[in-house]
Structures are given as structure tokens and as C-alpha cells.
């Protein structure tokens, strides 16, 4: 039975792809955890359909979504109302359904700091750091890490103008951070690193040879492997695997590592909170995603 509620019940992801989320699973740990008779759904949606998805979430009632690759910036221009913080980001990872209404919230960004600072015991303040990519959970971690006083941000992303784009609107919400924008090569990675002492992997560069089971990394990133070292910080947004090639090599060159898994359950805790107003059993989602992956 659902809950017999106009906007409640029912959540769910949309993203394309979306097979790989363990999203369905954290949530329906967290609502038998509390006993709440609620369901979340993966909807696999096409870029073509974003407009008519979003419009089906208020058709059919339900409570909200997550937002996943690659619709995250895109759904900005498909909400009736953007909380500040979603809209400064340009990025948007949660909707929930205010009064008929749609609006979309980002838990990335502090999703990024909770993993960071509560899984990673690491205060951002003054803290050089490297975010490579500009999509939507880039931009987001980039916010994020300025947002807390980071000293300084370097954002490079395959699409330069895109990292640009970005650097440009963290910079100027948060004028005391030095940000700076580039190219994801080989070379302009290694010197960003040889500076940083926080990396966040926020590709989905990734994904393809995950879903075909090649698993190459890219030049850029096995790139890195040599400049990694102790005292400093890797987090990599993808959580499958769960210990990526870039995760491994930080391991092994005694920097500290946060898992993509870290953040997944932080900015769904969020999520949770705002669709269910109710608060996350974070436990609860953590012990969901860390077993073995869904047949
Ligand atoms: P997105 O908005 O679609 O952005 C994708 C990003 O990856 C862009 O920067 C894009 O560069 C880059 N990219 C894609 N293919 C690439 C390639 N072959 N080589 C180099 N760069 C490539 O996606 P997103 O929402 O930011 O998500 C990015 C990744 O983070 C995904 O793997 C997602 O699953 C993961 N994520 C995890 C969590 C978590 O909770 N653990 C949360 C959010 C996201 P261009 O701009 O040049 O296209």
C-alpha cells in the first residue's frame, strides 16, 4: 500500500543511464528502517523526454526525484523554482513537489563536505583542491569546497569552456577563493595535482568502459598515479567499482580515500530529509550500499 497522500509516497531517480544507481536501494532500506510505507523508482529517461518526465513527476503524484547524469543542469530550466543554493550551482540533484509546484534543491554540494569532513576527517578551510570535471557534480563540489573556505579551486574539465563557465560563477559567489579553470590533460592535471591537497574525481569518463566491461582509465587520470601522496585527500564520485583504479592508487601511495558510496549516502540523507521531512537513517542507507551489488 502507498501512503494515501497527494504528493507522498512515491519518489524515484531519473537519469540516463540509470542501471547503475544504487539509489533505489539505499531508499528502500531507509523507509523500512523507519517503517514507511514509501517506494522509489528507477526511471530510465532520454534528454528528449526530460520535459514530459517532469511533468509526469506532478501528474502522478509524486512526492519528488533524484536527478541524475545528464539531466542535472539541463532540469534547472524545467523547475518552477530554484532554492539559492541550486540555483547559484546552476545544478540541480533533488525536485520535490511544494504545493503542485516543483522545485529543485542540489544535496550534492553538501554531500561532497559530509564525505569529506565526516568520512574523511578533513577540514576544508584553506585547503588546495582539484576538481576534475564541470558537469553537474562538478560544479557542484567546486561550490561546495569554496563554500567551506577552501584556499583555492582548480576545475578542469574535457569541455574547457565549460570548466571556465564554472570557474567564472564560483569565483564570483566566493571572492576570498583563488579559482582557476583548464583542460583535462594529461599534463595540466599532473601540475594541478603536484598543488592539491584535496581531489575529487567528478567524471562519469568512466562509465562506458564500466557498463562494457573494459575498465581502461583514461591518459589524464592515470596521470595522477605518480603525484598522489600521504596528507592528502582523493575522493571519487563513481562508486562502481567501489574502489576505483584512481581510489586504489591513492590507497597505495598513503593518501586518504573517500568512496563515491561516502557521498551517495550523504546527499541521498539529504534528499531523504526533504521529500520525507523525516530525519535519514544514515546507518541504515550506508549498511544498503555497502553489500554487493543488486543482480
Ligand atoms: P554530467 O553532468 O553528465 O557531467 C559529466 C562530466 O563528465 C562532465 O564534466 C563531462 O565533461 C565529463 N565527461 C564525460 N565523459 C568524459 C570523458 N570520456 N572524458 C572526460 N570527461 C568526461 O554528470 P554528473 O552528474 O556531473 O556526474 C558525474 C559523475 O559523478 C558520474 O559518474 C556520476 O555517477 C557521479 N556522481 C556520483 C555521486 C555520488 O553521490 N557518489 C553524485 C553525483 C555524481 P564535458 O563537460 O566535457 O562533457
Request: charged residues 20%.
Amino acid at each position: 500500500m502507498i501512503a494515501p497522500r497527494a504528493h507522498g509516497g512515491i519518489v524515484g531517480i531519473i537519469g540516463d543511464p540509470v542501471a547503475h544507481s544504487l539509489s533505489p536501494r539505499m531508499h528502500t532500506a531507509a523507509f523500512a528502517a523507519l517503517g514507511m510505507d514509501w517506494r522509489f523508482v528507477a526511471f530510465h529517461v532520454p534528454a528528449e523526454h526530460l520535459p514530459d518526465a517532469l511533468r509526469g513527476i506532478r501528474a502522478l503524484g509524486l512526492a519528488g526525484v533524484n536527478v541524475t547524469i545528464p539531466h542535472k543542469r539541463a532540469v534547472t530550466s524545467l523547475l518552477d523554482e530554484l532554492e539559492p543554493s541550486a540555483r547559484a550551482i546552476g545544478a540541480v540533484n533533488t525536485v520535490r513537489v511544494e504545493a503542485d509546484r516543483l522545485v529543485g534543491y542540489n544535496t550534492d554540494a553538501p554531500g561532497v563536505l559530509d564525505a569529506l569532513v565526516r568520512d574523511g576527517g578533513r577540514t576544508l578551510a584553506g585547503a588546495r583542491c582539484l576538481v576534475l570535471g564541470a558537469g553537474g557534480a562538478g560544479r557542484s563540489a567546486a561550490f561546495a569546497l569554496a563554500s567551506a573556505g577552501a584556499a583555492s579551486v582548480v576545475i578542469l574539465n574535457r569541455t574547457t569552456s565549460r570548466a571556465e563557465e564554472v570557474a567564472g560563477r564560483v569565483a564570483d559567489a566566493h571572492p576570498a577563493c583563488a579559482v582557476r579553470a583548464g583542460p583535462l590533460d594529461p599534463a595540466t592535471v599532473v601540475r594541478a595535482a603536484e598543488e592539491a591537497d584535496v581531489i575529487i574525481q567528478a567524471t562519469s569518463a568512466m562509465l562506458a568502459e564500466i557498463s562494457d566491461g573494459r575498465g581502461e582509465a583514461p591518459a589524464w587520470l592515470r596521470a595522477l598515479d605518480p603525484v598522489l601522496r600521504p596528507g592528502m585527500i582523493v575522493l571519487d564520485m563513481v562508486y562502481t567499482p567501489r574502489r576505483t583504479a584512481l581510489l586504489n592508487a591513492a590507497a597505495r601511495a598513503g593518501a586518504t580515500i573517500v568512496d563515491g558510496l561516502s557521498m551517495l549516502v550523504y546527499q541521498g540523507a539529504r534528499s531523504f530529509e526533504l521529500w520525507t521531512g523525516r530525519p535519514a537513517p544514515i546507518a541504515a542507507m550506508r549498511h544498503a550500499v555497502d553489500g554487493p551489488p543488486p543482480p
